[in-house]
């Protein structure tokens, strides 16, 4: 439009008025020259000085009023020299920013919606934000066909039409704005106005953004605490709870109502540690080092019913603007006492591994030696350092540096295998392997578990012996016995030659029942151990006397001497296998003695023990020290001649009594000197003997 320009006189009327005045005022030039200024402006500021600047408000004959800014200029034959500039404009453009403030100050959720309701005002046309062909919002009635249409064309700004790209999260979108082809055209002004309102739009979605994205923050938070297994507490810097969480509820018996606003003192803690944690709380406020934060603690807290159990508790600060602190809980009762469980099935199982008579190495799953017990050390003579990280290979070299393989009498099954130690002592060992198993099929390694067997490996060979010696010594009698069967049967013999075979056979029959008869009595005992024994106190002297007539030939007895020490204790003994043992032991005396000879059986008290002896010494041919050795060994005969009659069973018998009774035989020989066996019996406190003296007397 311009500006308004005029000049007055004087007097104050119009001596010049142009063109854009006229148009501002609404009248013709022409009649306002002469006109007073007052009439046609209204009335105007004084003229304090040579120039004056104001706004003013321009009326118009329809009562309409425009701002404007007024300057006038004293003239110096008096009257002003005036320019009025209409600010119709900028003040348009002022209320506009500042409704784009209200707008996006109030932070509605309609606040992209409102912004185009702002454009369409300001361009008096309607328009729309597009964005992936989709209408987000729309002002005006622009149609949607219209308005994907316009968001798909090339140029910005075309006379009728507007367009603008926007950033947003959501992606890029595009704001259009159009009017009718008849209207005003849009400016460089409006362009850039549009583009501000895109700013806005992209400042708003942003904040839209941010926002949404906290709410998911916060629910996603709110939504952990609520389902964590762990109490999650929170407090500020003076221990009041600000969260307590549903496990929190469930573990310390506390509903979140009641804890909210209290003191964590008050709540979880001890009340022996509170002065602790309220020094703890204080160092933190204070700014000093926390010795909590961060760290995995194991503590006593206490429920709602007094009741204190064990917690692991970390503690962190959290990122807010005021000092607030987070702890995290578990409620470790269980790990406790399945600690505990296991510590003591750990111990019992060290005490087993470690004082076990067995041996034991393990193998991890690498295969290398982890552990071995010390009863494998002593088995083998090793030492834990230098077995602890071989290999499988590597110890099984230094195992069988110690040992040679064994001949078991069968095959053992698979994992087994015998092994022969000879060093440090010769030892018999069982190896066998088993894995251990985790109980889900993963396997964690093996264990090689070495047993003793040494006894069982000598008792397995003495029967291996016995059976041996036994079918020989039963085979030689029942050989005479068939050969001289088969030679009656099948010739024609004298009387006198018959009758010799027939004494032999009878001879052979009669050692064979005796050696049967001691096989069984031996096998009889070793089975029962002694379990059918007949124990009774009997007087020492009856027992002897009874032997010596029922195992003394009557022509014989003349050379048997019996010595009983006076006031024996009863002795505590099986009456018929003291019979047996003294009477084998008599046999003995006479059949090795074939020159004949006195034979002294003597009893008496041990003077340091409770022991009682009864001995047999005989002036026979006497033994060797190899065959004192030997003497108690099964089939074996001092006499290797056959001339002297006997089964060789005989001592063994009566050291297996003497075993059953607690007692044993011992043997003392010199070659043709005679040998003396003892028997030695111990004895319990019992009733003495009525005997007031030593008795010797012939049997």
Known sequence: MGEGLYVTGADGTFEYVNPALARMVGQPAGTLVGRAE????????????????????????????????????????????????????????EARLRELYEVTARGAPDTRHELLEVASRTFRAPGAFVRGGVIVARAGPLSEGRALELAAQPHDRTPDTLRVAVRTPGGTGTLVFCRAATGQPFTAADEDFLRLIGQWLEQDAAREETARQLRRSEELNKAVIRSSLDAIITCDERGVITEFNPAAEQIFGRSRAEALGESLDAMIIPERMRAAHGLSLQRLSEGGPGRILGQRLELPAVRRDGQEFPVELSVVRLPTDMPEYAGFVRDITERRAAEARLHHRTTQLDSVFNVSPDGFVTFGGQGQVVEVNPAFLALTGTRREELLGLSEAQFERALQSRCEVARPASRPPPGVDVLQVVRPARRVLKRTRRPMDAGDGVVLGHVMYFRDITHEAEISNMKSEFMSTAAHELRTPMTSIYGFTELLLTRELDPETTRDLLETIYRQAGQLILLLTELLDLARIEARAGQDFRIAHEAVRPLIENTVRAFTPPHERSRVWVQVAPNLPLLPVDATKFNQALGNVLSNAFKYSPQGGEVLVHAWMDPLHPLLHVSVTDQGIGMTAEQRHRAFERFYRADSSGSIPGTGLGLSLVQEIMHCHGGRATLSSEPGQGSVVTLTFPVNPAPLESHAQENTDRG
């Open 38 to 93: 007052s009439d046609v402006l209204g009335e105007q500021p004084a003229q304090g000085g040579a120039r004056v600047t104001a706004e003013v408000s321009l009326r118009r004959p329809d009562g309409a009023s425009t701002p404007t800014l007024l300057t006038r200029v004293a003239r110096g034959a008096g009257g002003v020299t005036a320019v009025l500039t209409d600010l119709s404009a900028p003040k348009e453009a």
